[in-house]
């Protein structure tokens, strides 16, 4: 248990556990870990996944990045002037977030310049690439010929198991009832379980309070209330 003896909440952090064996595999996202696992026999240099907020496209590249020894960059950090200052000498990349509006130059020099030093590109992205409005033809054939893989929402029972991980990664000690009546209430994403697990711990801490059902349910009034 945590201390709850202060009278303001103070955010110490918390260390999320991202390695293979806290993954939680379920039909939403078993396709995306086995072409993980077939790495590095990919077909060609890059792979996506793609797929709504929190539905697991970090852990999934953490997992890769701790097996290939990539580099991670986020794609904002990307510009014309900065592909071989960014990537220096890296054979694996992990590129996070990939938006529409990517700097097409930029990221045509670093697919060229992965794919001439025999390496790979782990690419994570709100929807599949190739339905990106690209300039560039040599880019968007890029983009289309590589394989895109999709991270859909998950169910009752991997959602349910998502937010216990989440909890335990806060040292919160939760019952398997407040779980079920989450379940029941709160949208059906990990995004949502993810503010709704940091919510419930800020006014636990806040409160020294245990994490009941009435805590619960005033959380997601709240959160509610404020359009979450």
């Given at each position: 248990?945590?201390?709850?003896?202060?009278?303001?909440?103070?955010?110490?952090?918390?260390?999320?556990?991202?390695?293979?064996?806290?993954?939680?595999?379920?039909?939403?996202?078993?396709?995306?870990?086995?072409?993980?696992?077939?790495?590095?026999?990919?077909?060609?240099?890059?792979?996506?996944?793609?797929?709504?907020?929190?539905?697991?496209?970090?852990?999934?590249?953490e997992i890769w990045r701790a097996r290939s020894n990539a580099l991670v960059i986020d794609a904002k950090a990307m510009t014309i002037h900065?592909?071989?200052?960014?990537?220096?000498d890296?054979?694996?990349?992990?590129?996070?977030?990939?938006?529409?509006?990517?700097?097409?130059?930029a990221l045509l020099h670093i697919y060229n310049l992965i794919g001439e030093r025999g390496g790979h590109i782990l690419f994570t992205?709100?929807?599949?690439?190739?339905?990106?409005?690209?300039?560039?033809?040599?880019?968007?054939s890029r983009l289309r010929a590589m394989p895109a893989v999709a991270i859909n929402d998950p169910d009752d029972a991997v959602l349910g198991a998502a937010i216990a991980k989440m909890f335990a990664d806060r040292q919160l000690p939760v019952s398997e009832d407040i779980i079920k009546y989450l379940l029941t209430r709160m949208e059906r994403s990990f995004h949502a379980a993810k503010k709704i697990a940091e919510e419930i711990d800020r006014v636990a801490l806040a409160e020294r309070r245990q994490v009941t059902i009435p805590l619960a349910k005033s959380v997601l009034a709240a959160l509610d209330t404020a359009g979450a």
């Open positions: 248990m945590r201390n709850r003896k202060a009278q303001l909440p103070l955010d110490l952090g918390h260390e999320t556990a991202f390695g293979r064996d806290e993954f939680i595999v379920a039909p939403c996202n078993k396709n995306a870990l086995l072409w993980l696992d077939c790495w590095p026999d990919w077909p060609g240099i890059g792979l996506a996944l793609y797929g709504s907020s929190g539905c697991g496209k970090t852990h999934l590249a900065n592909p071989l200052e960014l990537i220096s890296a054979k694996a990349l992990v590129i996070e977030n990939l938006p529409r509006d990517v700097a097409e130059q992205a709100p929807e599949a690439p190739a339905r990106y409005n690209i300039r560039l033809p040599d880019l968007l």
